[in-house]
């Protein structure tokens, strides 16, 4: 309410940045998949998850969706989240597998 009040009244208000990781992405996916249905993606979908890309501590991870939320672990932000297609390219499998996880 009170970030209301001050839009109404042309006050403004910078907040802290908000970042959402690769395991939250993939958890709300997987939470929205099974309450819709759609059969967009599943917990077997390959995914590539990136973060800090561009920086010396850059991490890029190739792996299925389901590992993303609870074993990949992708540091600190800025994360990005790539969900591949039903068939890839062979060149993109030689990528996700140059990257694949590790368990």
Do not use: W
């Amino acid at each position: 309410m009170k970030i209301l009040v001050n839009l109404f009244i042309d006050k403004k208000i910078y907040e802290p940045p908000r970042y959402m990781t690769c395991s939250v992405a993939a958890e709300q996916l997987l939470e929205a998949e099974e309450k819709i249905g759609k059969g967009a993606y599943s917990k077997d979908t390959l995914c590539f998850g990136m973060s800090r890309v561009g920086s010396k501590d850059q991490k890029v991870v190739a792996s299925k969706m389901d590992d993303f939320v609870d074993k990949i672990d992708m540091g600190p932000p800025l994360h990005s989240f790539v969900i591949c297609a039903e068939h890839i390219h062979e060149i993109e499998q030689e990528m996700f597998d140059f990257y694949k996880f590790e368990k």
